[in-house]
């Protein structure tokens, strides 16, 4: 293998990811040995998939969701008025939006272990911020975990393409699980 000159590792240093990508795409179009490889790499980095730290990075994103940012985004606006918890399950859906786009994105991979996993992740971030987190923006938001558990389930079904009776026991059990229901419905 050639050794790298000190001026190309300055060049990765310096370049943006959108450059990287558009780099990445012209080699894949060049050689389909090199785009064959990139996809394997790319498989091999998607595919560890943590719901622990998943469910880290969820409670974090909750939890760090100011009450007065509720306070500020509610109230009268120009087309109406927001109720303070209107705009709090607003902040929720928000928070959780990056997350549900990652779960999905395993979707259109059609990587759906790794999809089943981030869904069981972000539902134990929601669960973990419902009984741990002490935030006063939780006491506006009463009713957004249950709602928001409910429909990222659905979410996930809806995407999982041939989904197997066993998955959807295997979520659902998880999903009891984290609320504390009877595991043996």
């Avoid at 990445?24 to 998939?49: C, F, H, M, T, W």
């Avoid at 975990?145 to 989904?163: R, T």
Wanted: hydrophobic residues 40%; contains cysteine; charged residues 35%.
């Amino acid at each position: 293998m050639a050794k790298r000159s000190n001026k190309t590792r300055d060049i990765f240093d310096e370049i943006s990811a959108g450059d990287a990508l558009a780099i990445l795409r012209l080699l894949a179009k060049e050689d389909p040995k090199i785009a064959n490889r990139i996809e394997q790499i790319a498989i091999e980095y998607l595919s560890g998939v943590d719901i622990d730290d998943i469910a880290s990075e969820v409670y974090f994103d909750l939890d760090s969701i100011e009450v007065e940012e509720v306070w500020d985004r509610s109230g009268r606006t120009r087309n109406g008025y927001v109720e303070p918890t209107e705009m709090a399950c607003q902040m929720f859906e928000e928070a959780l939006e990056p997350f549900v786009e990652e779960m999905k994105k395993y979707q259109r991979l059609s990587m759906f272990v790794g999809a089943k996993n981030y869904c069981i992740g972000i539902l134990k971030g929601i669960c973990k911020f419902e009984n741990a987190s002490t935030s006063e923006y939780k006491d506006w938001a009463v009713d957004a975990p249950k709602e928001y558990f409910e429909w990222l389930v659905d979410e996930w079904k809806e995407g999982q393409k041939g989904i197997t009776d066993e998955e959807l026991r295997e979520v659902r059990k998880a999903a009891r699980v984290l609320k504390g229901e009877d595991v043996e419905r």
